[in-house]
């Protein structure tokens, strides 16, 4: 949908206003615009492409016309119960688009190409100061409300952004700009699954040459730090899921084999790592079995580091002298633990280069209409990101 098309709704009595020209600090239209947007009434519910109502950008923030978005585990784990929302709710927070509109006080111009952030820093809070943005004390919650649907409902947004939809009115700091020409399918995955995936290989887990690594869960992030464990030389990268079809994406992404998770698994990884196990294990999936599972596939000293988000009341058992005789690290990685404002440029700057080749992880481009069934893709385990793509 072109950004003209967006259709402005004027509340009774309130005139229409024009768009701001592109140039920062305008003064914002004063009405809302109605846009499309991938929409869960409730847990479970179905989900549907909705027309929703967006207010106009206030001070300090922006309207961005939505390109590409990607359909991200956790967009599901808010409609599967897993995570708790509030609804109705636009899904959706791992996206790029193009600035359309700016409100008072924003630096941006409209026209910048953009990367959006789902946890943007406050920069002020004890964690910000110690140099840890992702820990932000600030952080978004996991639905924040804004705008109403169609039919006068309070509309909620998956992570302050709900990205699966024609256009998203967000904080100006939950933009980050990059280099325009950038394939949107690809540069849509920078602000979640590879910023994410990158960030828990060279910031959390600082995998070094010459080490091993096991990854657990192939989805969009788990290729991720294949791919991110690869050009960190680790030259034992083991990829494991419970399908067999994700073998050949797993080794597109630099997997050096690919193993099924089943009771032999882990002696499996001890055969391809001298008796061992490997210095690095990587959960992807968030449960608790599979914490478990990259536990055991550790080598003594090891470190283990959790990139999916579970459920609160998944618990992980492990025995009191395990963990004081393996002495291995158990760690969370958050967004990477990273910086999404300074890595972001830094890996639009290599997808922009090509040194960075994130096809392996789009499994297929789909217009918003079809969203829905890229849920249903995703709940079954297939393909690697599903993105929806907006014209």
Same mark, same amino acid.
């Given at each position: 949908?072109? *950004?003209?098309?967006?259709?402005?709704?004027?509340?009774?009595?309130?005139?229409?206003?024009? &768009?701001?020209? &592109?140039?920062?600090?305008?003064? &914002?239209?004063?009405?809302?615009?109605?846009?499309?947007?991938?929409?869960?009434?409730?847990?479970?519910?179905?989900?549907?492409?909705?027309?929703?109502?967006? &207010?106009?950008?206030?001070?300090?923030? +922006?309207?961005? =016309?939505? /390109?590409?978005?990607?359909?991200?585990?956790?967009?599901?784990?808010?409609?599967?119960?897993?995570?708790?929302?509030?609804?109705?709710?636009?899904?959706?927070?791992?996206?790029?688009?193009?600035?359309?509109?700016?409100?008072?006080?924003?630096?941006?111009?409209?026209?910048?190409?953009?990367?959006?952030?789902?946890?943007?820093?406050? /920069?002020?809070?004890?964690?910000?100061?110690?140099?840890?943005?992702? $820990?932000?004390?600030?952080?978004?919650?996991?639905?924040?409300?804004?705008?109403?649907?169609? *039919? #006068?409902?309070?509309?909620?947004? =998956?992570?302050?952004?709900?990205?699966?939809?024609?256009?998203?009115?967000?904080?100006?700091?939950?933009?980050?700009?990059?280099?325009?020409?950038?394939?949107?399918?690809?540069?849509?995955?920078?602000?979640?699954?590879? $910023? =994410?995936?990158?960030?828990?290989?060279?910031?959390?887990?600082? +995998?070094?040459?010459?080490?091993? +690594?096991?990854?657990?869960?192939?989805?969009?992030?788990?290729?991720?730090?294949?791919?991110?464990?690869?050009?960190?030389?680790?030259?034992?990268?083991?990829?494991?899921?419970?399908?067999?079809?994700?073998?050949?994406?797993?080794?597109?992404?630099?997997?050096? *084999?690919?193993?099924?998770?089943?009771?032999?698994?882990?002696?499996?990884?001890?055969?391809?790592?001298?008796?061992?196990?490997?210095?690095?294990? %990587?959960?992807?999936?968030?449960?608790?079995?599979?914490?478990?599972?990259?536990?055991?596939?550790?080598?003594?000293?090891?470190?283990?580091?959790?990139?999916?988000?579970?459920?609160?009341?998944?618990?992980?058992?492990?025995?009191?002298?395990?963990? %004081?005789?393996?002495?291995?690290?158990?760690?969370?990685?958050?967004?990477?633990?990273?910086?999404?404002?300074?890595? +972001?440029?830094?890996?639009?700057?290599?997808?922009?280069?090509?040194?960075?080749?994130?096809?392996?992880?789009?499994?297929? =481009?789909?217009?918003?209409?079809?969203?829905?069934?890229? %849920?249903?893709?995703?709940?079954?385990?297939? #393909?690697?990101?599903?993105?929806?793509?907006?014209?």
């Amino acid at each position: 949908m072109k *950004d003209s098309e967006l259709s402005p709704a004027a509340p009774a009595g309130r005139p229409d206003l024009s &768009p701001t020209a &592109p140039g920062g600090g305008a003064e &914002p239209a004063s009405a809302p615009v109605i846009v499309r947007a991938l929409v869960a009434r409730g847990s479970g519910a179905e989900l549907r492409v909705e027309r929703v109502r967006l &207010p106009a950008p206030g001070p300090g923030e +922006v309207r961005v =016309t939505i /390109r590409a978005a990607g359909v991200c585990h956790s967009d599901l784990s808010m409609v599967n119960g897993t995570l708790a929302a509030r609804f109705p709710l636009a899904l959706g927070h791992e996206a790029t688009g193009v600035v359309a509109e700016v409100g008072p006080g924003s630096h941006l111009t409209v026209g910048t190409p953009v990367v959006l952030n789902w946890a943007p820093a406050c /920069r002020a809070c004890w964690w910000c100061r110690r140099g840890e943005p992702w $820990l932000c004390a600030d952080t978004t919650a996991p639905t924040v409300p804004r705008g109403e649907t169609d *039919d #006068g409902v309070p509309l909620h947004l =998956t992570l302050g952004l709900g990205a699966l939809a024609e256009a998203v009115v967000v904080p100006e700091r939950a933009v980050i700009p990059i280099p325009a020409g950038l394939p949107p399918e690809q540069a849509a995955l920078l602000g979640c699954a590879v $910023l =994410t995936g990158v960030g828990a290989v060279r910031n959390t887990a600082r +995998v070094a040459p010459g080490e091993s +690594v096991a990854v657990v869960g192939l989805g969009g992030v788990g290729l991720a730090v294949l791919s991110a464990a690869r050009r960190a030389g680790a030259t034992t990268i083991l990829a494991i899921d419970v399908a067999e079809a994700k073998r050949e994406l797993a080794l597109a992404a630099g997997a050096t *084999d690919f193993l099924l998770s089943d009771d032999r698994l882990s002696k499996e990884v001890r055969a391809r790592t001298e008796s061992r196990g490997v210095d690095h294990a %990587f959960e992807c999936v968030g449960r608790a079995a599979t914490i478990r599972a990259a536990w055991r596939l550790t080598r003594r000293g090891g470190a283990v580091t959790v990139v999916g988000m579970g459920a609160k009341d998944d618990m992980v058992s492990l025995g009191a002298l395990d963990i %004081f005789h393996s002495a291995r690290t158990l760690r969370s990685s958050v967004y990477g633990s990273s910086d999404p404002d300074r890595e +972001v440029p830094v890996l639009a700057a290599e997808l922009a280069d090509r040194a960075l080749d994130l096809g392996v992880l789009v499994s297929g =481009t789909i217009p918003l209409d079809e969203a829905p069934a890229a %849920f249903d893709r995703l709940a079954r385990g297939e #393909g690697a990101r599903w993105v929806v793509t907006v014209d």
